[in-house]
Structures are given as C-alpha cells and as structure tokens.
Nanobody, 120 residues
Framework: QVQLVESGGGLVQAGGSLRLSCAAS????????MGWYRQAPGKQRELVAD???????NYADSVKGRFTISRDNAKNTVYLQMNSLEPEDTAVYYC??????????????WGQGTQVTVSS
C-alpha cells in the first residue's frame, strides 16, 4: 500500500510564508512526477506546481515567482515553499505522485489534503 502524507498547512497573514511537505511511503519501485494541487471552495482542483524525477519544474502562472517546488528523492518527499501568500491562495492543498509499484504497474496517488488559509 502506498501512502502520501502531507504536513505544513495552517493559517498565515497575507505576505507570509508556509512550507508544505509530502512524504510517500510503502512498497514502491519508482516515483515519477510529484506535484501539488489545490482546491478552493466552489472551484475545481487546479495544478499549482509539479516536478519530474530529474528536477524539471512547472508552475501555474498565478504562483510563479512566489512558490518553489522541490523534492528529495532519497526521502521520497516533495516540498512546496510558499512565499508572499495572498488571500487568493486559500485552499486545500493536495499532494500528487505518479508511482510505479513494479515495472508493469503505474498509478496516480493523492494525499489527504492540508488546509492553507491566508488572512487579509
């Protein structure tokens, strides 16, 4: 069984910073892309940022220059450093990973979500 466990959400004032972490555990052959998505009330889930196993990154336009995604492959962990937070960043943030449990199997896994609330 593969699990993604997130941590680091919370309440912060506008202009502040938070760092999210997501650790993958369980029986895994390899981890491909890892990423962060978010879903605000009444809105669809959207990609915030993702990162390949080689370290190439991709960001939503709304967070470019403010958020940084990184990963530690030895720890099977992905991070999201969020700076200059805005009230519009308020959402539940979900970790996502594409994981191979064997050479023949590949699946899309999600964390349970962590709330980020930015007050104005």
């Amino acid at each position: 069984q593969v699990q993604l466990v997130e941590s680091g959400g919370g309440l912060v004032q506008a202009g502040g910073s938070l760092r999210l972490s997501c650790a993958a555990s369980g029986s895994m052959f390899s981890i491909n892309n890892m990423g962060w998505y978010r879903q605000a009330p009444g809105k669809q889930r959207e990609l915030v940022a993702d990162i390949t196993s080689g370290g190439s990154t991709n960001y939503a336009d709304s967070v470019k220059g403010r958020f940084t995604i990184s990963r530690d492959n030895a720890k099977n962990t992905v991070y999201l450093q969020m700076n200059s937070l805005e009230p519009e960043d308020t959402a539940v943030y979900y970790c996502n990973a594409v994981i191979r449990r064997s050479i023949w199997s590949r699946g899309d896994y999600w964390g349970q979500g962590t709330q980020v609330t930015v007050s104005s």
